[in-house]
């Protein structure tokens, strides 16, 4: 099993910066796919930004520029560094991981960006 925990989660106001973390534990393969996805009330969780164990990465048009995602290999965390924040970003955070087939999820945290 799995278990993804995030933190860093919060208010922040529109052009602020926030950093959410996600660390993964259980049975981790060397070879996955890790990111974060969000969703706002009413509308789809979305794809944020992804970034495989090989460092490649891809971002949603939204934050390409402002945010950034990195991750530590050796400690099955990955980060999401948030710049320039906007009222558009308020959303539920979650972390996913995939590998082998199989996807898991963190409980999700709170982005809540003022104006």
């Known amino acids: 099993q799995v278990q993804l925990v995030e933190s860093g989660g919060g208010l922040a106001q529109t052009g602020g910066s926030l950093r959410l973390s996600c660390a993964a534990s259980?049975?981790?393969?060397?070879?996955?796919?890790m990111g974060w996805y969000r969703q706002a009330p009413g509308k789809q969780r979305d794809l944020v930004a992804i970034?495989?164990?090989?460092?490649?990465?891809s971002y949603a048009s939204s934050v390409k520029g402002r945010f950034t995602i990195s991750r530590d290999n050796a400690e099955n965390t990955v980060y999401l560094q948030m710049n320039s924040l906007k009222p558009e970003d308020t959303a539920v955070y979650s972390c996913?991981?995939?590998?082998?087939?199989?996807?898991?999820w963190g409980q999700g945290t709170q982005v809540t960006v003022s104006s």
């Open positions: 996913n991981l995939n590998q082998r087939g199989s996807a898991y």
């Open positions: 259980g049975s981790i393969f060397s070879i996955n796919v």
């Open positions: 970034i495989a164990s090989s460092g490649h990465t």
